[in-house]
């Protein structure tokens, strides 16, 4: 009799399948990547974490200097490459196996800590708060093609700032149930969100096996590792947690104004990562990350829809794909202050780049304002590019049935496939919209004229008002609060 | 044992022709009022078509296949239906203007009506005005449907709709024209008396003037 495990349904998974996108022929990849290992060799990378300095110093295969300074040779970094998984499967609270992370599988989420909120009632940005990202998690549990949940913003009215990575994880649980990404203050934060995770996951070795987060842990560009920063990666090492360690470099600021010197860099960033994990534990979960932009030269803005963005970001997955690393990349997010035009154009242009490179988790979908202000109503709106995306994506099926031969004989010339059992049977394999709007002139009006800024709103409103997320058990909720509790107190000394 | 016409508008809505075909053979055979297998069974189904089309929750290859049940059980049905005297959809005449070889769309508008109890006589494309006259002496139908897809050939809607006129025959037929490039305003204009905006509101804007 065929048994199916809880954890084994189907997996909502889209591959990318058109033939060719690379942005990046494999000898410039090489190129940057030699010049990547010259940086580790030559440059070194300053981290500013006892531990990581004796694990570099004991293994002979680097140098630290007086001044944190640590190079790394080439052998180490190549041994250290070959360690790491090339698949990675988060399952959600929900008990899905849902995102298979692996070659040319993308999966789509928000991102996290944005300290401001469209208000949909005032229309003005605000700081903010715990119900915001229960909101948001609400939403992206709801709609289809968002795969995993960052918070979004940043909880403004958590008690402790030291402790506010817990309260923001309870508000992400509360609301989402698809597996997340996750932000944390520092190691012992870190170590509270898995606990709280193992709560669901049945213990440290299931979360292992299911891995319900990713650790989200980033150095300072240009080659600076602070305490924190290396603490939680060691953490996540130690305990085989998933983690990325993505660098944010700015062309022009923090990394050279060129595309490639900026990715040269960032690789850098990345391998000093690999080689420390390598020496903590060999074999952890890492995942390669890189938000790539250009510093706008007239306002000083991080960019996020500069189409430097999308490019740079397409050039570190193909150089991801070629050392056999999962990618956390980026898309959906836009430099515009509110949802219009300018965001829809932004947002279009890096999902598509990010989805036809591969790239393995697409985040920062919905933010607006430039990584400042977080919008609800602009998660809804990239659910639908997003389907859209995926949609030229998933390329074009030539199989006997697909090339349609025989029904084209059928019709002949002048007749009609509308009604041809061929027609019945394909059509739904095209992209079914939801807010884009298709009606004849007359039809529009009739319904009120609405644009997609209207019908975003009302489905955002809808969502809000209708969706209710798979409740949290009361005995999970007080082991979780005991967490949340005990950390505060643990701070309030 | 009846014929359980609750099954027979399932049937239709999931679009199965020849079962919905057969089953009204089966109720006219029974000695089932006709009026009754119109009512509860074909049109109770295409009541629940047009709801879910417009809840986006069929689309239009479903509809079509519904519709052409429907096409089906009334060609069984229609005769029943004269010599009983029962009240029905009626007649309607369809075609393209001259100079205009576009077909599918208004076939996609034909085939609607049928879904809607209509006897739908397709004229064909690239016709010549006076087709259109002798067709609606012949047929008397309640509603002729003309379309265009070419700014060029709207004017030939018009042409036709005088030539009705000429011949006699304007108020015995209610006119309604189409096509991607048509207006309400242009309908107006050439004195046609339903605009059809697309082919499903073409149908709930028909039967809303043809029973006013």
Redesign the interface.
């Known amino acids: 009799m065929k048994s199916v495990m809880p954890d084994m349904q189907p997996m909502n998974q889209t591959v990318q399948e058109t033939p060719v996108f690379q942005v990046l022929t494999e000898d410039q990849i090489e190129q940057i990547y030699f010049s990547a290992l010259e940086v580790l060799e030559r440059v070194g990378s300053r981290v500013h974490h006892d531990e990581a300095l004796e694990l570099f110093r004991s293994s002979g295969d680097a140098v630290v200097g007086d001044d944190k300074r640590v190079r790394v040779t080439t052998s180490l970094v190549e041994r250290a490459l070959k360690s790491y998984p090339r698949k990675i499967t988060l399952k959600g609270r929900n008990g899905v196996r849902s995102v298979a992370l692996q070659k040319d599988h993308v999966y789509f989420g928000t991102g996290s800590d944005l300290p401001f909120t469209y208000d949909r009632k005032t229309g003005e940005r605000r700081r903010t708060q715990y119900k915001d990202i229960v909101d948001a998690a609400r939403i992206v549990d709801y709609l289809p093609n968002f795969d995993f949940f960052m918070s979004h913003g940043i909880v403004g009215d958590a008690p402790n700032p030291l402790t506010y990575d817990r309260h923001q994880f309870m508000a992400m649980l509360e609301g989402c149930t698809k597996p997340y990404v996750v932000t944390s203050v520092d190691g012992e934060g870190l170590e509270d969100l898995w606990k709280m995770a193992c709560l669901f996951q049945g213990g440290e070795n299931e979360f292992r096996l299911n891995p319900m987060f990713v650790a989200y842990i980033e150095p300072i560009s240009p080659l600076t590792n602070d305490r924190t920063a290396v603490e939680k990666l060691l953490f996540a090492a130690e305990k085989g947690i998933p983690a990325m360690y993505t660098p944010c470099p700015s062309s022009g600021a923090t990394a050279p104004a060129t595309i490639a010197g900026m990715l040269v860099q960032s690789l850098a960033e990345t391998l000093l990562a690999i080689a420390l994990c390598y020496l903590k534990r060999p074999g952890m979960p890492l995942i390669m990350g890189g938000v790539t932009t250009v510093m706008d030269m007239r306002t000083t803005t991080y960019s996020y829809g500069a189409p430097e963005m999308a490019l740079a970001s397409a050039a570190n997955t193909d150089i991801s794909k070629w050392l056999n690393l999962i990618m956390f990349s980026t898309g959906g997010c836009s430099d515009a202050k509110v949802l219009d035009e300018q965001a829809a154009i932004e947002s279009t242009l890096s999902n598509l780049t990010a989805f036809l490179s591969g790239a393995n988790l697409v985040h920062d979908v919905g933010y607006i304002d430039s990584g400042v202000n977080a919008s609800l109503e602009s998660l809804v709106m990239n659910n639908e590019i997003i389907g859209m995306v995926r949609q030229v994506g998933k390329g074009i099926k030539t199989d006997e049935a697909h090339l349609a031969l025989k029904v084209i004989d059928e019709v002949g010339p002048g007749g009609e496939f509308v009604t041809h059992d061929h027609t019945y049977e394909h059509w739904k394999e095209w992209f079914l919209p939801k807010l884009m709007d298709r009606s004849d002139w007359e039809t529009w009006n009739a319904e009120g004229a609405k644009t997609m800024l209207d019908r975003v709103n009302d489905e955002t409103q809808r969502i809000l008002d209708e969706h209710e997320p798979q409740p949290i058990d009361d005995n999970t909720r007080k082991e979780l609060k005991k967490i949340i509790d005990d950390a505060d107190k643990r701070h309030s000394k | 044992m009846a014929v359980d016409l609750g099954q027979m508008a399932e049937l239709l809505i999931a ?1 199965k022709v020849d079962d919905v075909e057969k089953m009204t053979e089966q109720a006219i055979d029974d000695g089932m009022d006709p009026s009754d297998i119109l009512q509860k069974g074909l049109i109770a189904g295409m009541d629940v078509v047009g709801q879910r089309f417009k809840a986006c929750d069929m ?4 509809v ?2 519904s519709a ?1 049940a429907m096409g089906a059980g009334m060609k069984q049905l229609r005769p029943k239906l004269v010599a009983s005297g029962a009240k029905m959809a009626g007649t309607m005449v369809i075609g393209t203007v001259k100079g205009d070889l576009h ?2 769309g208004k ?2 508008v034909g ?1 609607m009506f049928e879904g809607a109890g209509f006897q739908v006589v397709n004229l064909g494309i690239d016709l010549d005005t006076q087709v259109f006259v002798d067709a609606v002496k012949e047929h008397k139908p309640e509603l002729l449907g003309m379309s265009a897809l070419l700014t060029t050939t709207m004017p030939k809607m018009g042409e036709v709709i005088n030539a009705l006129k000429e011949a006699g025959v304007r108020d015995q037929v209610k006119v309604m024209v189409g096509g991607a490039p048509v ?2 305003e242009f309908a107006k204009e050439i004195g046609a008396d339903i ?1 059809g ?2 082919a499903a ?1 073409s149908v709930d804007k028909a039967k809303e003037v043809l029973e006013a």
């Not at chain 2, 689309?59 to 479903?62: A, L």
């Open positions: 679009g689309f239009i290859p479903e079509l296949r052409k077909d599918i076939n996609l085939m207006t309400e605009y905006a697309n509101s």
